[in-house]
């Protein structure tokens, strides 16, 4: 049973990374920003409250954020474990996972974490403009959800870090070796 954790900034690979590792280990990828993208697309009304958070950078309210992952990591799918991806992003929702795992005994086994320096980051997400035109991917947008990033998501890192569970990555390079990074990470963890 494997239950992880993948966090880093906007851009650094979160998501890329987090359908491979999933891919390899066998355990699902929950992505909260692609679940809520999901829902914006749909016209859900879980969608239409989500999209003026995300399309302004900001935080979707942490009420909202811990219903949908409580809901999601009660599906079958779960069983055999989990790679959550963007989630927890505040110091509550730390608190929010801890309470949904504890409540089946369970908890985190590794936070995967990607390093990569915020100028990079920018031009990533600038490039990912140009493909995919996301509403959150313009210049101001993208650097105010790294100002959130650095805010707020930084002390989530810092409390798994007093678990020592954490395994920090650099992100930067090919993806290939990116991916081989974490699962060498994963290993240092077994
Ligand atoms: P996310 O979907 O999590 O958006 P993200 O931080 O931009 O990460 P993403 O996974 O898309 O990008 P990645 O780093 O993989 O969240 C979006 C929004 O949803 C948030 O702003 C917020 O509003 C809301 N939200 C989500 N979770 C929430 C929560 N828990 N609480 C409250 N609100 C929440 O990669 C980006 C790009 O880099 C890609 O184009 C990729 O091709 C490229 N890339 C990846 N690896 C690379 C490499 N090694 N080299 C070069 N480029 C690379």
New binding site residues.
């Given amino acids: 049973m494997t239950r992880l954790l993948i966090v880093?900034?906007?851009?650094?690979?979160?998501?890329?990374?987090a359908e491979r590792i999933s891919a390899k280990l066998g355990v699902v990828a929950i992505?909260?920003?692609?679940i809520?993208?999901a829902n914006v697309k749909g016209g859900t009304p879980l969608g239409l409250e989500?999209k003026k958070?995300?399309d302004a950078?900001?935080?979707?309210p942490?009420s909202v954020?811990n219903n949908m992952v409580r809901d999601r990591l009660a599906q079958d799918d779960v069983e055999n474990g989990f790679l959550l991806?963007?989630?927890?992003?505040?110091s509550t929702?730390v608190d929010e996972l801890d309470a949904i795992l504890g409540d089946n005994q369970q908890q985190l086994d590794a936070v995967l974490m990607l390093t990569v320096d915020d100028e990079e980051l920018v031009t990533?997400?600038l490039?990912?403009a140009e493909?995919e035109g996301r509403a959150?991917d313009t210049e101001d947008v993208i650097r105010h959800?790294l100002a959130l990033y650095h805010e707020q998501t930084a002390v989530v890192v810092d409390r798994y870090r007093e678990r020592g569970i954490v395994r920090e990555v650099n992100?930067?390079?090919?993806?290939d070796d990116?991916t081989a990074r974490l699962l060498d990470g994963l290993a240092e963890n077994a």
Avoid: E, M
Wanted: net charge positive.
């Fill in positions: 880093g900034p906007p851009g650094s690979g979160k998501g890329t990374q992505s909260t920003g692609d809520f993208r989500a958070y995300i950078g900001n935080f979707v942490d954020t991806d963007g989630y927890p992003r505040t929702q990533r997400l490039k990912r493909i959150d959800r992100g930067l390079g090919d993806v990116v």
